[in-house]
């Protein structure tokens, strides 16, 4: 059927944002790994789509279907904030393909201290990455703050997983793989408000419903972080706690001790099955665009919010970032 432009939003998630279903359905669509492989010419035309949509001019005859393949690539590939194209690495698309070979590295090459250090390294690398390019574009952040953020992170990350595999070495060897967990989980606290520090010095942009500027938030700048951060834990967590209990398992099989070879990439793919549908789960557990109610916000912000708007502005809007 033709697009019904008189009804349809192109900017308008296709499911309701303020459940916990709808949002993971959301991010279902645009986490989808096969987007990655999505060529530039696919990107640029799926981008013209959702300008001209947004301007009424889509051509007669457009599909349904076009349109919302259309948002789909878009949303998966181009800055909510500036519309910008994101680079594929930092995409959350590519959570679940990179996502997948460094963890399951990190899972299966944690006994020597080598091994250790360089994947915590990896990974830091790409989470810092991914940070970074899923921030909240209001807030720029210099390359000595990018610097800091990820010396500190990686840091965090290689200190806990050495001083806990040091710790646990006379322990259960269950235990010795939990190890990795515990430093990415440790590197998150770090990494995340270390790469976002701008908007906790100077504060996120806040919006009332209707998109009108408001002013800038330290406190909603907190919680869209600290949101953030319970989000990249979560997505981690069942994969990394699981995934080693599974593995334990399965290398006292007969098969599995003939073929160790395969103990890595086996490793690899439960990864990639976790993560799938870790990704979308995690990144749907708080709404992209939060809430806040003005009572929270600094008594400054709050004081000209009210002295301008009177009680007609009760709650304010902000991009929490992924």
Not at 57 to 71: D, I, N, R, S
Not at 78 to 84: K, L, M, Q, R, Y
Request: one cysteine or more; aromatic letters at 10%; a positive charge.
């Amino acid at each position: 059927m033709e697009a019904d432009l008189s009804g349809f939003n192109i900017d308008a998630p296709r499911w309701d944002q303020c459940t916990f279903l709808g949002r993971v359905k959301h991010f279902f669509n645009i986490t989808d790994p096969r987007t990655v492989f999505a060529s530039e010419q696919e990107l640029d035309w799926a981008k013209a789509v959702v300008e001209k949509s947004r301007m009424g001019l889509v051509p007669p005859g457009t599909q349904m279907e076009q349109l919302l393949y259309a948002k789909k690539l878009y949303d998966s590939a181009f800055h909510p904030d500036t519309g910008e194209k994101m680079n594929v690495i930092g995409r959350m698309s590519f959570q679940v393909p990179g996502g997948m070979l460094i963890t399951g590295f990190m899972l299966q090459f944690y006994r020597t201290m080598p091994a250790v250090i360089f994947w915590q390294w990896v990974n830091q690398s790409f989470n810092a990455l991914v940070n970074y390019t899923n921030r909240n574009a209001a807030s720029p952040t210099s390359v000595r703050q990018m610097a800091l953020s990820y010396f500190t992170a990686t840091t965090t990350a290689v200190a806990t997983a050495v001083g806990m595999n040091m710790w646990t070495k006379r322990a259960p060897p269950l235990v010795g793989r939990w190890v990795p967990f515990a430093a990415v989980a440790a590197a998150n606290c770090v990494n995340i408000p270390m790469m976002r520090q701008q908007e906790l010095i100077q504060g996120i942009c806040v919006k009332d419903r209707n998109q009108n500027e408001l002013g800038h938030s330290q406190r909603a700048a907190a919680v869209g972080i600290a949101q953030v951060v319970i989000s990249r834990i979560t997505m981690a967590a069942p994969g990394m706690i699981l995934l080693p209990v599974i593995m334990e398992r399965l290398e006292r099989l007969h098969l599995m001790k003939k073929v160790k070879v395969m103990h890595a990439p086996l490793q690899v793919l439960l990864c990639g099955c976790f993560l799938l549908f870790m990704v979308p789960v995690a990144c749907g557990l708080f709404p992209q665009e939060c809430e806040l109610s003005v009572s929270y916000l600094e008594p400054e912000l709050r004081d000209t919010i009210k002295a301008k708007y009177g009680e007609q502005v009760l709650f304010v809007y902000f991009n929490k970032g992924l």
